[in-house]
């Protein structure tokens, strides 16, 4: 009778053992599933790298700068030639006179062949009053007719200078022009690249109804003083018959 009572005790504690093993074990296999949402959430804490992706676009504003000359560094052609055809967009003849060559002036060519016989040059003092000059000038010959030339400055400027919109439409180049006409273009002739550099603006067309034989080009013409950049040369260029 006692053994019996005995058993009985035994295996109710045994039970209760088991009871609270399990219920030990249960809470214990509970962070092992909170362990997972972890995991999944790492990829979002990786996602912040995409956002630092457009900082490589700080390059070009980076090198944006480069189209305007550091204080005290001499510009090249092409940050010199930017400067010109903004003075000339605006007809702003202080700040051409500026750029134009104290010993040589500045020579005007209304077609890409530059006849240094026939083409006028202009002194650097003379360039801020051309504009109000009423005087009729002699500029060369109109290809086609043979006729003279005979325009104000004023005239001649809208005419064979700033004729097409160079600073908005024109395709850039560094001693390297658009050939397209039938004259002979000579600048390399006049102007030896050991001493000049000369900058093209391209106008390929103005007017789709004309399919190309509209276009334009203006090229200004630098001397090479050392690292200095000295206007010497505004040769337009056009189609010619």
Not at 84 to 105: F, H, I, P, Y
Not at 161 to 185: H, P
Not at 206 to 220: A, E, F, K, N, T
Request: charge should be negative; glycine fraction near 6%.
């Amino acid at each position: 009778m006692h053994t019996v009572k005995k058993t009985g005790k035994l295996a109710m504690a045994a039970a209760a053992f088991v009871l609270l093993a399990a219920c030990s074990n249960t809470p214990a296999a509970e962070p092992e599933a909170t362990a997972t949402p972890v995991q999944t959430e790492q990829p979002a804490a990786g996602t912040p790298a995409p956002s630092q992706a457009p900082e490589p676009s700080a390059a070009p504003s980076a090198a944006s700068p480069s189209a305007v000359p550091d204080e005290g560094t001499p510009p090249t052609a092409l940050e010199a030639a930017s400067t010109v055809m903004r003075a000339l967009e605006n007809g702003n003849m202080d700040t051409l006179a500026a750029w134009v060559s104290r010993d040589q002036g500045v020579r005007f060519s209304p077609y890409g062949y530059v006849d240094t016989e026939n083409d006028l040059v202009f002194r650097k003092e003379d360039i801020s009053g051309l504009m109000k000059d009423s005087e009729q000038h002699t500029w060369g010959s109109f290809q086609g007719s043979g006729e003279p030339i005979k325009l104000t400055f004023a005239e001649y400027f809208k005419r064979f200078v700033y004729d097409a919109d160079f600073v908005q439409d024109a395709r850039i180049s560094l001693n390297t022009a658009e050939d397209k006409g039938t004259m002979i273009n000579n600048i390399t002739e006049v102007y030896p690249a050991d001493k000049y550099d000369y900058v093209d603006y391209h106008i390929s067309s103005i007017d789709p109804q004309y399919q190309g034989m509209d276009w334009r080009s203006l090229r200004l013409v630098f001397e090479k003083i050392g690292e200095d950049r000295i206007l010497v040369g505004i040769v337009h260029d056009e189609w010619t018959p």
